[in-house]
């Protein structure tokens, strides 16, 4: 099958990339899983896909376990993996359509930041240091680029969330933000929110949230 996709080759293997200390990885997923990308021009490719949610960018793994990055997000339309669809949005960041309602749908941002434990000293014991900057310090397909391999580090979760309103995304990630969108709906969204006892850093929650705003969207 002739791949259309241009990728970004990167000379390490999968095995080799991880070269400093880490509880969790960038990656989205567990594992890399096959998925489908669809382009914009009707065509399509099959692969090993993980989302690396450091740097925002959608990777691949070859047959000969090569990991790449995809260098013409533009191109692509979505990635599909099993039932979960994932939109190219803009400059090589893909977000996750999860749909709410019918034709209502939650746009996630998958996001997350990484921070440094501290050095790595005598006997394991870890010295406290100040957060990295994610710019510039992250995971790429090579490694952990300027990352010192003896201090340890972890990646949260800093996700975004949007919904589409007339064919713009609109950002929700606060529930300040969501409420704003809906003039004069404020108190029974706010009531839901409370009865329903939803939790807004649980995505369930902001589902169920948005699940009950769609009737606002279509008005």
């Not at 993980?50 to 925002?56: C, I, K, L, P």
């Not at 749908?105 to 790595?120: P, Q």
């Not at 007339?166 to 990630?173: A, D």
């Not at 709906?185 to 807004?200: M, T």
């Amino acid at each position: 099958m002739r791949l259309k996709m241009v990728l970004l080759i990167i000379t390490v293997t999968f095995v080799n990339i991880v070269c400093a200390q880490h509880r969790e990885t960038p990656f989205l997923l567990d594992v890399f899983e096959e998925g489908v990308l669809i382009y914009k021009d009707g065509g399509k490719s099959e692969g090993l896909f993980n989302y690396n949610t450091v740097n925002e960018k959608l990777v691949f793994v070859a047959r000969d376990s090569t990991v790449m990055e995809v260098a013409n997000p533009s191109a692509i339309l979505i990635l599909k993996i099993n039932e979960r669809i994932f939109e190219h949005i803009k400059n090589g960041s893909f977000y996750e359509r999860v749909p709410v309602d019918n034709n209502v749908y939650l746009y996630i941002r998958w996001h997350s930041d990484m921070f440094s434990e501290g050095k790595v000293g005598a006997y394991g014991m870890k010295n406290p240091s100040s957060s990295i900057d994610s710019k510039t310090s992250i995971y790429t397909p090579s490694g952990f680029t300027g990352l010192s391999v003896n201090e340890s580090y972890v990646v949260k979760p800093n996700n975004f969330y949007y919904i589409k309103i007339k064919g713009k995304l609109k950002n929700v990630t606060k529930k300040s933000s969501l409420t704003k969108l809906f003039k004069g709906h404020e108190v029974e969204i706010e009531d839901f929110i409370k009865a329903e006892k939803l939790d807004w850093d649980n995505i369930e929650g902001v589902k169920k949230t948005i699940a009950f705003c769609s009737k606002f969207i279509r008005e």
